[in-house]
T-cell receptor
Framework: GQSLEQPSEVTAVEGAIVQINCTYQTSGFYGLSWYQQHDGGAPTFLSYNALDGLEETGRFSSFLSRSDSYGYLLLQELQMKDSASYFCAVRWGAGGFKTIFGAGTRLFVKA | GAVVSQHPSRVICKSGTSVKIECRSLDFQATTMFWYRQFPKQSLMLMATSNEGSKATYEQGVEKDKFLINHASLTLSTLTVTSAHPEDSSFYIC?????????????FGPGTRLTVL
């Protein structure tokens, strides 16, 4: 089956850098996505890595190592509004058709 | 970016009634739509995948006769929760993609919060 592991909670201070790790086990892996979800809202797409390496989008970066079945989301210059849940998600199956979400990491940003 | 809407955003119903939730892609044609359910403080669980004009594919453990999915057009999919019970209370979220595969981004709707009394 498919499984993803990520920390349940992370706390950091404003302006700091935080890294949220994700390890996965799946067959037919296509890529790793990251989503942000604020309380009461729907997930919003942050990034997608299909190949090894680092992808940077503004303050957020995402990394993937396919050989290690591992990825991370890096958030820099943390702001209070970054307090949210962050989900890693694996695209898998024939054609990368399905997405399985991790349990989510709750990020608390303190002043 | 692409926009996906859901209606209603919030619904409260009595036990035993049926509720229909609509998911629309507003500015693109979605060949594939996904329906997820999320209980409080938990992750999104994929319920089913629907392709326009064909029957939905349900995930293991999801009752297809209870959660009826119709994908009648390239911009609309509906989820009907039949004979709803309090345990069906949840946040239902749809997502849409142009082809469903590879690197295509999934665009999520804003979700529908269902409360069954």
């Amino acid at each position: 089956g498919q499984s993803l592991e990520q920390p349940s909670e992370v706390t950091a201070v404003e302006g700091a850098i935080v890294q949220i790790n994700c390890t996965y086990q799946t067959s037919g892996f296509y890529g790793l996505s990251w989503y942000q979800q604020h309380d009461g809202g729907a997930p919003t797409f942050l990034s997608y890595n299909a190949l090894d390496g680092l992808e940077e989008t503004g303050r957020f970066s995402s990394f993937l190592s396919r050989s290690d079945s591992y990825g991370y989301l890096l958030l820099q210059e943390l702001q209070m509004k970054d307090s949210a849940s962050y989900f890693c998600a694996v695209r898998w199956g024939a054609g990368g058709f399905k997405t399985i979400f991790g349990a989510g990491t709750r990020l608390f940003v303190k002043a | 970016g692409a926009v996906v809407s859901q209606h209603p955003s919030r619904v409260i119903c009595k036990s035993g009634t049926s509720v229909k939730i609509e998911c629309r892609s507003l500015d693109f044609q979605a060949t594939t739509m996904f329906w997820y359910r999320q209980f409080p403080k938990q992750s999104l669980m994929l319920m089913a995948t629907s392709n326009e004009g064909s029957k939905a594919t349900y995930e293991q453990g999801v009752e297809k006769d209870k959660f009826l999915i119709n994908h009648a057009s390239l911009t609309l999919s509906t989820l009907t929760v039949t004979s709803a019970h309090p345990e069906d209370s949840s946040f239902y979220i749809c997502s849409a993609t142009t082809s469903g595969g590879g690197t295509d981004t999934q665009y999520f709707g804003p979700g529908t919060r269902l409360t069954v009394l």
